[in-house]
């Protein structure tokens, strides 16, 4: 089936630095891909839209300056959370859309997730 | 996209069957239901996906009643390795749109 590869699973950083998170759709193309966060024991958070070649739209209340998207390609949308602090701790998931085989229809594909600890 | 309820918790033993449900009431007439599996530091994984009446794969059942303002999703003779947050999502499947995530059933099974 389709999948969403998320690199890196685990990253720790210092405060003030830039993190990047790469998601790739390995066998199928992704126009669009979902950016999620999900703090401890509560329920994933949708932060903004990535569509290839097009700017990123961002959820209410998500600063766009801060959580830097890219989505060049038709295979990888990047996440760079940028000056990063503790509260930006937490763990980020990617999501592709996928068309179901034998209808037209959509599914959603997740990346496996990455661990973001701000020290 | 409709709003879901959950409950927040779930526990059962193994080799049980273990009845969810999700309430939907403002279902519109093109959404599916949709319903994922998260485990700790993963990211959620599809399980099973209906419109109407009753769905069966190989992991899990969805019922879902003629109003649809609800649906069951049950999992047969559970284990330890069901323990996970499952989620209910509700949403129109020939739209590539946005998926947005309610708060989700935490289902913890014992031995």
């Known amino acids: 089936g389709a999948v969403v590869s998320q690199h890196p699973s685990r990253v720790i950083c210092k405060s003030g630095t830039s993190v990047k998170i790469e998601c790739r759709s390995l066998d199928f193309q992704a126009t669009t891909m979902f950016w999620y966060r999900q703090f401890p024991k509560q329920s994933l958070m949708l932060m903004a839209t990535?569509?290839?070649?097009?700017?990123?739209?961002?959820e209410q209340g998500v600063e766009k300056d801060k959580f830097l998207i890219n989505h060049a390609s038709l295979t990888l949308s990047t996440l760079t959370v940028t000056s990063a602090h503790p509260e930006d701790s937490s763990f980020y998931i990617c999501?592709?859309?996928?068309?179901?085989?034998?209808?037209?229809?959509?599914?959603?594909?997740f990346g496996s997730g990455t661990r973001l600890t701000v020290v | 996209l409709a709003k879901t309820t959950q409950p927040i918790s779930m526990d059962s033993y193994e080799g049980q069957e273990v009845n969810i449900t999700c309430s939907h009431n403002?279902?519109?007439?093109?959404?599916?239901i949709t319903w994922y599996q998260q485990f700790p530091s993963q990211g959620p994984r599809f399980i099973i996906q209906?419109?109407?009446t009753k769905v069966t794969n190989e992991v899990a059942s969805l019922f879902i009643p003629a109003d649809r303002k609800s649906s069951t999703l049950s999992l047969p003779r559970v284990s330890l390795s069901d323990t996970a947050v499952y989620y209910c999502?509700?949403?129109?499947?020939?739209?590539?749109?946005?998926?947005?995530f309610g708060s989700g059933t935490r289902l913890s099974i014992r031995p």
């Open positions: 403002n279902i519109a007439t093109n959404d599916y």
């Open positions: 999501s592709a859309i996928i068309r179901d085989k034998g209808r037209a229809s959509y599914g959603y594909t």
């Open positions: 990535s569509n290839e070649g097009s700017k990123a739209t961002y």
């Open positions: 999502l509700v949403g129109e499947d020939s739209s590539a749109s946005k998926i947005i």
């Open positions: 209906g419109y109407k």
